[in-house]
């Protein structure tokens, strides 16, 4: 039979690097997004074509609407694993920071996601195991200066993961959290090329971490090799946070 994921955010650089990594490990994929169409077209087409006996569908949502788990979970039927890598950066103050960016920031990254894995949990529950992965930070461990809320919204999904995992247990929900450090994608592109060289200095491992090494790490903890992990935060970050 055939494994289904839903990855949220999957038309981001480490969305879509998890979508591809999943497909070859043989998951058909739900594949929500909600900006860069182009860039879920061409992802699904390339799947499609390298993975011909698997399903992939789109699924178009913006998860700052106020019925956006509601319009996900009705497009979802069979359902094994749950990934949550949606997201989006605020580079702000904290005084600069406007309530509406507060709320964009919680409903992407916390809320929504939480209400869809509420509504999908019993989807979940029909195997014998199944996975919530959601993508936290290394901020949301450390904190980062110009970025707490930002760092409040990943903190509250790391939290939300180790007490989610004691109450899912006993259904054979694993439930875990990925939290990479300097990743070389969009988000990082405010950054100027001293800047990024001086936050790579401090890295021991002297380079930012690529998208599909987050990929690999999600994939094994879907793997069936993992299985008695869970209620973790995993960090992925070259040694820069230990």
Known sequence: MKKFALVLGASGSIGSAICRELADNGWSLYMQYNHSSDMIKNLTKDLINAYPEQEFMTIHADLTAEFAAKTI???????EAIVVASGQALYKLVEDTTSEDMNALWKVHVQT???????????????????????????????????????????????????????????GIRVNAVAPGLI?????????????????????????????????LVAFLQSGKADYITGQILRINGGWYI
């Open 73 to 79: 979970a009705q497009s979802v039927f069979s359902l």
């Open 113 to 171: 996601p939480i209400q869809l894995i509420s509504l999908l949990s019993p989807k979940l529950r029909q195997h014998e195991v199944s996975y919530i992965t959601m993508i936290g930070s290394i901020w949301g461990e450390a904190g980062g200066a110009g970025e707490t809320l930002y760092s409040t919204v990943k903190g509250a999904i790391h939290s939300f993961v180790k007490a989610y995992a004691q109450e899912a247990s006993y259904n």
């Open 184 to 216: 070389d994608t969009k988000m990082n592109g405010h950054l100027n090329d001293e800047e990024m060289s001086s936050l790579v200095s401090e890295i021991p491992l002297e380079r930012a971490g690529k998208p599909e090494e987050v990929a690999y």
